[in-house]
């Protein structure tokens, strides 16, 4: 079977998977924002942040469908707008695991360290390293340092695709244990918030097995044009 067969088949698999786990994504955050809580998703982001102490730190209401992030450049919560006033199960899901970012900020969690030096490496290797790969590719029997070049720059990406999924995990148990703890939640509805999480926290799993197997793809590519 050829490499690119390989890579195929591994594309397809990987893609109908990431279908599969976006859908079931979409369809617990339908299903767990009909579970109402009497507060909203600004409101439990405002509660988790004070019960950590964690005083500078804005709370933003932003634009899109499961947009929520957390930026540790402004030290901004920014939530989507369905979590920013929802009074649901889902929302407060969401609204406590950005903020689980913010407390991992807080305490210097060393993975979001790493993750955040890792930013302005990312950024200059997904700018260049599309057309150094393709480049690469097609001048891979006569200059195959090229595809080497493309291929540690893609490299930076997988390893920034995986150093995301301690980071997400840990900010999902925070979320999910200060839930409980402050008794926004009960059993279970903290086990419906957990449900949640764990069903996003799937797609980063699936972004980071696709980028290995991109990266081993092309590593096939270049091991194939140095034996010829």
């Not at 390989?6 to 979409?26: C, D, M, Q, R």
Request: aromatic share 10%; with cysteine.
């Amino acid at each position: 079977m050829s490499t690119l067969s390989i890579y195929w088949i591994l594309f397809i698999g990987i893609a109908i998977i990431s279908w599969i786990v976006s859908y079931s994504l979409e369809q617990k955050f339908k299903k767990y924002s009909k579970e109402s809580l009497p507060m909203t998703g600004k409101e439990v982001a405002e509660k988790m942040l004070h019960d950590h102490g964690i005083m500078d730190v804005q709370i933003t209401c932003i634009d899109g469908q499961l947009t929520d992030h957390y930026n540790p450049a402004n030290k901004t919560v920014n939530l989507s707008k369905d979590v920013y006033h929802g009074a649901n199960i889902a929302a407060a899901a969401v609204a406590a695991h950005e903020c689980g970012h913010a407390v991992q900020h807080e305490v210097a969690y060393a993975p979001l360290k790493m993750r955040s030096a890792l930013v302005p490496v990312v950024s200059f290797a997904s700018h260049w390293m599309t057309w150094i790969l393709l480049i690469g590719m097609l001048t891979v029997e006569t200059f195959p340092q090229l595809l080497m070049v493309g291929i540690a720059l893609f490299a930076t990406t997988t390893l920034f695709s995986f150093i995301t999924l301690p980071v997400e995990v840990d900010a999902s148990r925070r979320a999910v244990n200060w839930l409980q703890e402050a008794g926004i939640t009960n059993r279970e509805t903290t086990e419906m918030a957990s449900d949640a999480l764990h069903s996003a926290a799937y797609t980063y799993v699936v972004a980071a097995l696709s980028s290995l197997a991109t990266l081993v793809y092309y590593i096939l590519i270049l091991m194939g044009g140095r034996r010829n």
